[in-house]
């Protein structure tokens, strides 16, 4: 065991040194590369073989969920009929260790045909692929980070140098895009982060639920009853013009028992002026109103009107926490 962890270690460490061996190697063919990458009127495809196939395949799902349109295509396809793919406006990011994968050629030949640029990322500059690229960003050579297989063979510190290399130009792109948190959301809609980053507007399209509500005169017993129909915990306490009053929560029923409780009206035991959200507001950002506040659940308000009400529970079920 001993043994098997110290393999850990020492791969680990060797990807480390390929990684700063790499940073080393950015240069202004760096800044040409995102130019190219920006001015793009059309996609960016990716392509490669392989194991770098795999990192390409990455690299263009990055691309894509962050404002540049991209997609991968393998090269071996690409030779049989995928090359309609590529058009005028495109640049293609083409991706080999060696620079030497002979299923490449066919792409980089159509390229250099109709004028479609190439960024290629390889640790040889004079290899084929090199030859066809306006521009070549190196990865280190063997000698530079040689690869933490045993036999210095299995694509390993290559590969991270690669992926390394393809996350910067995403990231460097994406920021001189000015590519905001917004923007990610609408990229994003599946998962926990789409979720939280819904607007409050958007989570009532799929929740159109009657809001729980009760006039300012109503007495305790349909208060409850309401409340309890509800099953988010609260109600709205609304005017005849359906303009949101005050807000009557559990805890409010409860601080509110007495002899004379049945006696008691809407507006007797409301809290006047809650907390509201936003229709324009992020869900992340309500629970976080919810968890700084301490509360577990709020109204939707808009021109003073309730259009909704989001709770905890409901938010926990449905996977935003």
């Not at 109709?114 to 290629?120: C, D, G, L, Q, T």
């Not at 990322?121 to 040689?146: C, E, F, H, M, W």
């Not at 895009?177 to 979720?195: N, Q, S, V, Y």
């Amino acid at each position: 065991m001993t043994k098997t962890i110290q393999i850990a270690k020492d791969v680990i460490s060797a990807e480390i040194a390929g990684l700063e061996a790499l940073k080393r190697c950015i240069d202004s063919k760096f800044g040409e590369a995102v130019d190219l990458i920006l001015n793009a009127p059309n996609y960016l495809i990716v392509v490669g073989v392989g194991k770098s196939g795999h990192i390409g395949q990455k690299i263009a799902a990055s691309f894509a969920s962050t404002g540049t349109p991209s997609f991968f295509m393998h090269p071996t396809e690409a030779s049989h009929g995928d090359l309609g793919m590529v058009s005028e406006g495109c640049v293609i990011l083409a991706i080999s260790n060696s620079g030497e994968s002979r299923e490449l050629r066919d792409v980089l030949q159509y390229a250099q045909r109709n004028k479609i640029p190439v960024i290629s990322i390889t640790k040889n500059a004079n290899s084929t692929l090199g030859q066809y690229s306006q521009t070549v960003l190196r990865i280190p050579d063997t000698s530079g980070a040689p690869e933490a297989c045993p036999n210095g063979i299995a694509p390993t510190t290559s590969t991270t140098n690669t992926l390394a290399l393809g996350d910067a130009l995403v990231v460097a792109t994406m920021t001189q895009r000015g590519f905001t948190l917004e923007d990610f959301a609408k990229r994003h809609p599946g998962g926990k982060i789409g979720l939280r980053l819904q607007t409050v507007r958007e989570w009532l399209l799929t929740h159109t639920e009657n809001v729980p509500a009760v006039s300012a005169g109503t007495k305790m017993d349909e208060t409850i009853s309401v409340i309890s129909k509800g099953a988010k915990g609260c109600a709205a306490v609304i005017d005849h013009d359906g303009k949101m009053l005050g807000m009557i929560t559990d805890g409010d029923l409860r601080r509110a028992l007495d002899s004379h409780f049945s006696q008691k009206t809407a507006r007797e035991i409301m809290t006047p002026s809650p907390r509201a959200i936003s229709p324009d507001m992020l869900m992340r950002d309500v629970i976080e109103l919810f968890t700084q506040n301490r509360i577990s659940n709020g109204f939707i308000i808009e021109d003073d009107c309730p259009l909704g009400v989001i709770d905890m529970k409901s938010l926990l079920a449905e996977g935003y926490l």
